[in-house]
């Protein structure tokens, strides 16, 4: 997959995703990563890439002309995104389907935004992590990549891999256990040492599913009604 960021902060990239799986992914060439700095194609010898709002506000705003310029010499195939709290809320299977392109174009915004005319004009795709104001984009943005990226094909080994994480099956995961078998006078559940893999499953889903109803109601619906159809 190939990633391009346009950014007034290109140097916050790789950032954590330099590190660990993706980190490996990325020297790899399982994705590549191009940051590029809207600065670049400001008119003026200051760089200006922001203006005060028409009508009035606090705040600065993004301008058209030189973010639209940026977009015109980076952006040519695939996914145009700009991260934004207005978006379409980022979920596993949002995920998943842009794990799927070939190419992503990423927008990140600072100050009070982007002009609404640069969306329009190039009919981009928000994105929201979540409901909550960040500073800027890039935090979103390495957090949706982190999460694109660890499902391309060969990041994950066979000792990670996806099959009853949370939210792979609408479900939250059972809890785990690691060596030592007694910690400071907790045992691990007892089932889990038994050797047999049948039981173990069980009692992994069972509290993969009391888990889920405790916590997440919203998610064990969308469980219950799946398994219906
Ligand atoms: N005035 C805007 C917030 C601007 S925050 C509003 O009220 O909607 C500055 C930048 O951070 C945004 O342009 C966006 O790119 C990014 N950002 C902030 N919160 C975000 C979120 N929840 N998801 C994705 N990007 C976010």
Redesign the pocket.
Known sequence: MKVKILTIFPEIFPGFLGYSLTGKALKEGIWSLDAINIRDYAFDKHGSVDDTHCGGGA?MV?RPDVLGAAIKANYHHGRLI??????RQ?TQSYAHELSREKELTI????????DQRVLDAYNVE????????????????QI?LDAVIRLLPGVLGNSESLGDESFENSLLEHPQYTRPICWEGREVPEVLLSGHHAKIAEWRKAQSLEITEKRRPDLMKKYLDSKRV
């Open positions: 705040g993004m700009y991260m934004s709290p207005r978006g980022l927008i990140c915004g600072r100050f009070e935004g982007i928000e994105v929201s992590i979540g409901d909550y104001i960040l500073t800027g984009g890039e935090q979103g943005a949706m």
